[in-house]
């Protein structure tokens, strides 16, 4: 269920039944926008060669990645459903600060206080998931000795 207790809460228009809508973009596009609020079926290769179309509009939304967790977790890949939701969790964030980020995250290119800055930079975010995933890396870089020093 889409808000329920450890989970994003997204506003959805309808039901969803993870089991029988997958894939979303084929069952459900109804449920699927761009950033911009174009709906699916408007994302095409004519709209983009007349200009209708901007960068964002080929981009997941946090609400299509908490629905893709959704279908995930249904179809027992726990795994797969933390990643939806950790990567809804950065849908708002800057591609400048995701790309630092990622090579921050890099084994030996930052030192643990550096990776604890950016777990408390996405705190502030609101990317809890995400910082938890960085703040356990750090322990695992300092564990295996690929922190910089």
Request: zero cysteines; glycine letters at 8%.
């Amino acid at each position: 269920m889409i808000g329920g207790q450890g989970r994003l809460a997204y506003p959805v228009p309808v039901e969803l039944d993870p089991a029988t809508d997958y894939p979303l973009g084929t069952r459900r596009p109804d449920l699927v926008t761009t950033p911009s609020g174009m709906a699916l079926d408007r994302v095409t290769l004519d709209a983009a060669r007349a200009g209708e179309l901007v960068g964002a509009d080929v981009r997941a939304t946090a609400a299509t990645l908490s629905l893709q967790a959704d279908v995930a977790r249904t179809a027992g890949r726990p795994q797969l459903a933390d990643g939806f939701e950790r990567a809804a969790e950065l849908a708002s964030v800057p591609d400048d600060e995701l790309l630092e980020i990622y090579t921050a995250l890099r084994p030996g290119r930052s030192t643990p206080a550096e990776l604890e800055a950016w777990a408390a930079r996405l705190d502030d975010l609101g990317a809890l998931r995400t910082a938890s995933f960085v703040r356990e890396a750090a322990a695992v870089y300092v564990e295996r000795g690929l922190v910089a020093e």
